[in-house]
């Protein structure tokens, strides 16, 4: 064992060495030492600790007590799935105070605030089960594309606007014939005479483009050859335009959310094209990592649990009460995976795997709030109950089958871990 | 290796080295591995966490966890956790921590000890069960509730009546009796403040969560590599899209587990034991679960051959499902959890899920 240190030495090697100290007031056991990286390595999987600073605290702790004033004061009825149930009016009322385009620069109506500020605000508003769909496609994708690739025009006419609450955007990507396999989409946009783009076909299941100020849509605009991931481009098509015409397609619910959207000889200006020709592909794919970890992957039902605590009290049972512990344990682990996924991208580093896995297990935990909970609560879900706990759990079940579909099915996500992992 | 890294680097080298297939089996028919743990202590790993004063290495409660989970992925048949607990109630109790394998007895369901007397002259008496490695600890480090104080007792192993028992993994859990055992003040101490035997009780739920947190690591390894390597129909059971959700499920609660333990023990190094409830028992109760569902798929990726006793699996598996059932399993945790949270609300709860969350050093 030549050369090998003893743990003494290890120890003394380092400039800060814990101390431990039992004598603590009130009990307490803890330990004075320097943050330092630990190494979290499973194979190659990459879980590092993030760190939040005293601003996102301090930001946390301002948007709680907004959010905890509009509650009472009725500005919203906290709600599961709230990230895709539009408030214009609440989102502008997010706007006004500051807490959208939280990344952006300020020239634009930002707040030149951090990526883990960011995740903070997210967590509080799914948390509190806000109405928040107005802005989060906006805010969360468009902008930041716009910010990336964008033209200096289309950042004046779009990010002000959305900073303020006041310009929603929908996604098209899917369509009839391509659903997990996106380069299917054949959705054409061809170079008009003169200048400009003619834009054919159609999408699906385009979350609330009926109501939204315009869509991003992700076409071909060359054919399609060997190279599948070759040949498409994204445009912003407002939703005025002539040629434009939305169909609902509802939920099981009723609900109208989804859309079919047919493009019938859209004229598109090249000011409408997103960064090149024929950079589509890479353009979607290099921010899903933010999309898939971010905490609308596991969030979207713990209103419920929240609701579900008041109505089972201090006097829950012990089947409750194991119930509860449970699923606060899952949420608390995926608090931290999250917080620790986003850590890693907000510093520029890979983590495609881990965002994935994340969202993943998220996906199950929402649908595990309801069927935990309805075994131990007198369960009688309505969405009409003017009981809370059972109108949120009614549409904890009835949303629950798209948890594990949207932004990429479990069994795609599972496919691409394997990958992550080695397996080959 | 860089100063952070370090004595892990080392301490993966030593495991590496010494804890081979002949060892654990050789420990679970019952012959210590003396080699391993001479080996341990000669690199200072055992009494890691205790101060240098005191005979330890000062090393950090991260670090000291880190060595555990160092450990448990090898399957090191040592009560290395044990000792780590010890030589933090020892210590913190201002007596001195011996050398050679410790252990804790923690008072709960498992232990009756009474202690009686006063300082000078202090007398023992009582049962355990299920306590870890009582056979190989030369010390069993026992806290006991001693009028309104907590008394901390350095017991001689020497000095008790031992009945085997052991767990799943043919780990040691043996029953302890004590009957009027007289001790010297070198071998109580009685605090008022510091460690309580729920703290102590805590630190265990811990320790077992950081083992289990290593042993799914070494699963998750496990899995991959035999997948790859395993042939069937032609192809490697990896290009199977059935064995490849089996592994990226397996890898969801193997880094479920890893994160919760991890975040675990960084609240209670930055926070201390009393602030670390929810965290330590999130985290008891999600590796728990974790341990079901990942040593299910683990074996059945690996087919029969991962049911041998030749093949290395079942040196994780078994202690994992005894791990998740020591100091606490998630129904017991669980409830603490709900008993702690319910009567705030729900408003209250994403606050305290919340709180700690991100935040590296104590506030203050």
């Known amino acids: 064992m030549a050369g090998i240190l003893t743990a003494r030495e290890t120890v003394r090697r380092r400039a800060t060495p814990g101390r431990l100290d039992f004598s603590a007031p009130a009990g307490r056991l803890f330990f004075t030492e320097a943050p330092r990286a630990m190494s979290m390595t499973n194979a190659s999987l990459q879980f590092p600790p993030a760190i939040l600073s005293p601003e996102a605290l301090a930001l946390r702790d301002t948007l709680r007590r907004f959010l905890d004033d509009e509650r009472r004061g009725g500005g919203f009825e906290p709600q599961c799935d709230g990230w895709i149930t539009p408030s214009f009016e609440f989102s502008r009322k997010l706007g006004q105070a500051g807490f959208l385009a939280l990344t952006w620069p300020k020239a634009y109506g930002g707040h030149a605030r951090t990526q883990m500020e960011r995740f903070v605000v997210t967590a509080e508003l799914l948390a509190s089960g806000a109405p928040v769909a107005a802005h989060w496609i906006a805010d969360r994708q468009t902008g930041p594309l716009l910010l990336r690739i964008g033209t200096e025009a289309q950042r004046q006419k779009y990010l002000p606007p959305i900073a303020r609450g006041e310009y929603s955007f929908a996604i098209g990507m899917s369509e009839p014939d391509a659903g997990s396999d996106l380069a299917s989409v054949r959705t054409l946009a061809t170079p008009r005479p003169g200048g400009g783009w003619l834009l054919n076909g159609a999408k699906i299941w385009t979350s609330n483009a009926h109501v939204y100020d315009a869509m991003v849509v992700f076409c071909r605009t060359a054919a399609r050859t060997e190279q599948r991931h070759q040949g498409f481009s994204q445009f912003i098509v407002e939703r005025n335009l002539p040629g434009v015409t939305m169909n609902p397609i509802r939920f099981l619910t009723g609900e109208h959310h989804f859309n079919e959207v047919v493009f019938d000889n859209v004229e598109l200006s090249d000011a409408q094209l997103l960064g090149r020709e024929g950079d589509g592909w890479a353009q979607i794919t290099s921010e899903l990592a933010f999309e898939r970890s971010g905490p609308e992957r596991f969030l979207s039902t713990y209103p419920l649990l929240r609701a579900a605590m008041d109505t089972l009290g201090p006097t829950a049972d012990a089947r409750a009460r194991f119930a509860v512990g449970q699923l606060v344990a899952r949420f608390w682990t995926l608090y931290n995976m999250s917080m620790r996924v986003f850590g890693r991208l907000a510093a520029g580093l890979e983590a495609d795997t881990e965002a994935v896995l994340v969202k993943e297990l998220g996906a199950r935990l929402e649908k595990e709030v309801a069927e935990t909970l309805r075994l131990v609560i007198h369960s009688a879900p309505s969405r009409q109950s003017p009981d809370r706990t059972q109108a949120l759990m009614a549409t904890a079940i009835l949303h629950s089958p798209s948890f594990s579909l949207r932004g990429g099915t479990s069994e795609i996500l599972r496919g691409i871990i394997a990958r992550g992992l080695g397996l080959r | ?364």
């Open chain 2, 1 to 364: 290796m860089n100063d952070d890294t370090i004595l892990i680097d080392t301490a993966e080298r030593l495991f590496g080295d010494l804890v081979s297939p002949t060892l654990l089996n050789a420990a679970e028919a019952g012959s210590f591995p003396h080699v391993l743990w001479s080996a341990l202590e000669d690199h200072g790993m055992t009494l890691a966490a205790v101060p240098e004063a005191e005979g330890g290495a000062g090393a950090s409660i991260q670090e000291a966890f880190d060595l555990v989970r160092v450990a448990a992925r090898h399957g090191a048949p040592i009560p290395l956790a044990e000792t780590l607990l010890a030589g933090w109630a020892l210590s913190g109790a201002g007596l001195r921590v011996p050398l050679g394998p410790l252990t804790v007895v923690v008072p709960g369901e498992q232990a009756d000890l009474t202690l009686t007397g006063a300082p000078g002259h202090w007398q023992l008496n009582g049962q355990a069960r299920r306590v870890p490695f009582a056979r190989a600890a030369g010390h069993l480090v026992a806290l006991v509730a001693h009028q309104g104080q907590t008394g901390v007792v350095c017991l001689p192993a020497a000095r008790c009546r031992l009945a085997p028992d052991d767990n799943l993994a043919g780990e040691s859990r043996d029953t302890v009796e004590v009957e009027g055992v007289s001790l010297t003040d070198t071998q109580v101490a009685l605090i008022a403040t510091g460690v309580t035997g729920e703290g102590l009780f805590r630190l265990g739920a811990l320790a077992r969560v950081v083992q289990m947190a290593g042993a799914l690591e070494r699963c998750l390894t496990l899995a991959v590599n035999y997948v790859n390597e395993r042939v069937q129909f032609g192809r490697p059971l990896a290009k199977f899209q059935a064995i490849q959700h089996h592994v990226a499920t397996l890898a969801g609660e193997v880094s479920a587990a890893t994160v919760a333990a991890d975040a675990a023990v960084r609240v209670l190094a930055a926070h201390g034991i009393a602030e670390a409830l929810l965290e330590i028992a999130c985290a008891k109760i999600r590796t728990g679960e974790a341990v079901g569902v990942a040593a299910a798929l683990v074996h059945q990726v690996h087919g029969a051959m991962g049911f041998t006793q030749e093949y290395p699996l079942h040196f994780m598996t078994r202690r994992l499902w005894s791990w998740r059932d020591e100091f606490g399993n998630e129904a017991y945790w669980a409830d603490q959890l709900a008993g702690a949270l319910l009567p705030a609300g729900g408003d209250a709860l994403w606050p305290a899920l919340t709180r700690h969350a991100g935040i590296a050093q104590r506030e203050g």
